[in-house]
T-cell receptor, first 117, second 114 residues
Framework: EAGVAQSPRYKIIEKRQSVAFWCNPISGHATLYWYQQILGQGPKLLIQFQNNGVVDDSQLPKDRFSAERLKGVDSTLKIQPAKLEDSAVYLC???????????????FGQGTRLTVV | AQSVTQPDIHITVSEGASLELRCNYSYGATPYLFWYVQSPGQGLQLLLKYFSGDTLVQGIKGFEAEFKRSQSSFNLRKPSVHWSDAAEYFCAVGSTGGGNKLTFGTGTQLKVEL
């Protein structure tokens, strides 16, 4: 079974530039998550999709971050304009479904390491 | 709001020694608890999870964890550490109201001395 695919693996940009990350979840996984992991911290959820609808984006800085999941499969996370504090690893994860039944594991991609200079 | 505390930022153990990584959580109901491991440049891999039932949970790679409700803890253990276990370990608590949102601790970096 193929895992969660993310690209690019690394990205370096200057502040105020824009950047986009791509994620392809495991086939058949309805739920997709984007996490931000700043160096020395645990991952923090930015946004969660169920199919192509947003379930939770309460911690997404909406003035500069946006995400979409067209057709309920692939997803793109965009930052515009980037700030120095956006330097982090951006992890995508997917799971079979959302719900009170938590017998569904979240599988993580390798992440995209973003450096803003 | 749910939260997770991992009090040990770094731990060093000798290969073959036993290991215990501490995790304390804060959650208003019965929590769903997880331990993930992250090797350099890699994503997170699930070691084990607790949803209900037996409070001693077995995971992959010889790891186990025990849920103690009275102490709000979910400590990770391994009887004999291998050099390949060197990595960062994250404890996480999942919401039970749907959404499967995970809240992670800050992680414990494990170093294994040969």
């Amino acid at each position: 079974e193929a895992g969660v695919a993310q690209s690019p693996r690394y990205k370096i940009i200057e502040k105020r530039q824009s950047v986009a990350f791509w994620c392809n979840p495991i086939s058949g996984h309805a739920t997709l998550y984007w996490y931000q992991q700043i160096l020395g911290q645990g991952p923090k959820l930015l946004i969660q999709f169920q199919n192509n609808g947003v379930v939770d984006d309460s911690q997404l800085p909406k003035d500069r971050f946006s995400a979409e999941r067209l057709k309920g499969v692939d997803s793109t996370l965009k930052i515009q304009p980037a700030k120095l504090e956006d330097s982090a690893v951006y992890l995508c994860a997917s799971s079979l479904r959302q719900g009170a039944n938590m017998n569904t594991e979240a599988f993580f991609g390798q992440g995209t390491r973003l450096t803003v200079v | 709001a749910q939260s997770v505390t991992q009090p040990d930022i770094h731990i060093t153990v000798s290969e073959g020694a036993s290991l215990e990584l501490r995790c304390n959580y804060s959650y208003g109901a019965t929590p769903y608890l997880f331990w993930y491991v992250q090797s350099p440049g890699q994503g997170l891999q699930l070691l084990l999870k607790y949803f209900s039932g037996d409070t001693l949970v077995q995971g992959i790679k010889g790891f186990e964890a025990e849920f103690k409700r009275s102490q709000s803890s979910f400590n990770l253990r391994k009887p004999s550490v291998h050099w390949s276990d060197a990595a960062e370990y994250f404890c996480a608590v999942g919401s039970t109201g749907g959404g499967n949102k995970l809240t992670f601790g800050t992680g414990t970096q494990l170093k294994v001395e040969l």
